[in-house]
């Protein structure tokens, strides 16, 4: 990648951020492209330059969010530790993710209302993708007797569900921090794969 395309991607990553925080706390309707430009100290034709509407720019940004997913997956997935660890592990690192970027992954809750029928299927496909790394390691626990459960993908989506519902009821004013907070619910959610 040029250094050109390597600064036009981080303005775009600096925007997508920041733009989101924006349209969380304003909501999508209530949110212009002159609002984000304003907030974000820019014209709006510079803007306009990264993404042609508000609606793509949301979309953008959850496409950023599911690869960072991914990402954050595949360096778990590398490490060289025992199942039950590598798998309580992935659940720490989704949790603290999804807590960190709580304003974009709450606009995942219902995609339908925002992108077209090809957006939907791209993002589709992404989670998808994001959920064979849990299938891998919940099946790897399965295989090595270390798991009493016997439908990856159901313990898979039982596992999300739970992670992913943390979004609605974490508050950063209570008592536990992202981190204590990831530890707690991946503690819990070993119970359901771990045997005794």
């Avoid at 439908?151 to 519902?165: E, T």
Wanted: charged content about 30%; glycine content about 4%; overall charge positive.
């Amino acid at each position: 990648m040029t250094l050109r395309k390597k600064k036009f991607a981080k303005k775009k990553e600096e925007i997508l951020h920041s733009a989101i925080n924006i349209i969380a706390e304003r909501g999508y309707h209530g949110t212009t492209m002159e609002d984000i430009a304003s907030n974000l100290f820019i014209t709006k034709g510079s803007l306009y330059y990264y993404f042609k509407d508000k609606q793509e720019l949301v979309f953008q940004s959850q496409i950023m969010l599911l690869l960072r997913s991914i990402d954050n997956m595949i360096a778990v997935q590398l490490e060289d530790i025992l199942i039950a660890e590598k798998l309580r592990k992935a659940m720490r690192v989704h949790v603290t993710y999804l807590l960190r970027e709580r304003s974009g992954f709450e606009m995942m809750i219902q995609p339908d209302h925002l992108f077209s029928k090809q957006q939907l299927e791209e993002i589709v496909s992404l989670r998808e993708q994001y959920g064979t790394y849990f299938d891998q390691m919940i099946n790897d626990g399965i295989e090595e007797k270390v798991f009493h459960v016997t439908d990856s993908k159901i313990v898979r989506n039982i596992i999300l569900g739970a992670m992913n519902w943390v979004t609605q009821w974490y508050s950063p004013k209570g008592k536990k921090d992202v981190t204590e907070i990831a530890d707690t619910i991946a503690d819990h959610l070993m119970r359901v794969v771990i045997k005794n």
